[in-house]
């Protein structure tokens, strides 16, 4: 027989499991609906609809929408940040390293593709918090300690940095938003093609 201590254990276990399972329903049905008809254009009622939970429930895990939306946030710009450090290759040139970096963009990208819709081609600034604010920093401060310890040693244009992640991001975002609307096929041919005309136009 189980001591009472062990059953608790297990109850204590699967009620965490169950809330985890509710809090991860109700952020990938807003991340949906946020695609789908914008931050603005969603009521919180229509996500619990879409999660299969309570309306009352969602304020169980999050105070208000915009809490759920920088759950979000951080969650997907974090689980990029991690993607993209996990095996950096701080040593190399700079054309390997924005290999593995474009690399861990479109792993991202294909492996959540509505939330890379969500991230990367909404406005968000309006309700993001100063958490999430700093998310997005530290993603962006990884960008620029690229671009100029890249343009020191002579191997990136010499331009603004911001100006060289610009055209980088830009040009991934457009191949993902014509892949999203259904005109490219992200293969990984196309995804290759796709970085070495985006390194072409930054590199020195």
């Known amino acids: 027989m189980s001591s009472p201590a062990a059953t608790t ?5 699967s009620g965490e499991a169950a809330k985890a399972f509710k809090r991860d329903a ?3 049905a ?6 789908e008809r914008g931050f603005h254009g969603t009521a919180v009622p229509e996500i619990a609809e879409r999660a299969g939970v309570g309306a009352g429930t969602i304020y169980r895990y999050f105070a ?17 940040f991690a993607r993209i450090m996990k095996g ?3 040593e190399a040139p700079a054309r390997q390293q924005f290999h593995h970096m474009w690399q861990g963009f479109a792993a991202f990208a294909t492996a959540e593709p509505k939330a890379f819709a969500f991230l990367e081609l909404h406005h968000h600034a309006s309700y993001l918090d100063a958490e999430s604010c700093g998310v997005e920093d530290r993603v962006m401060r990884l960008g620029l300690g690229f671009v100029q310890a890249a343009q020191a040693r002579g191997e990136l244009k010499a331009m603004p940095a911001m100006l060289l992640i610009s055209i980088a991001i ?7 938003r014509k892949a999203w609307e259904g005109h ?3 293969t990984p041919e196309l995804i290759a093609q796709a970085e070495q005309c985006a390194w072409e136009a930054i590199r020195a």
């Open 9 to 13: 254990s297990r109850t204590t276990l």
């Open 26 to 28: 109700i952020l990938v």
């Open 30 to 35: 807003a991340v949906d609906l946020f695609v």
């Open 64 to 80: 208000s929408k915009e809490a759920i939306v920088n759950a979000i946030y951080q969650r997907y710009k974090g689980e990029i």
């Open 88 to 90: 950096f290759p701080l």
């Open 170 to 176: 830009g040009a991934f975002n457009g191949v993902m």
């Open 184 to 186: 490219l096929e992200l």
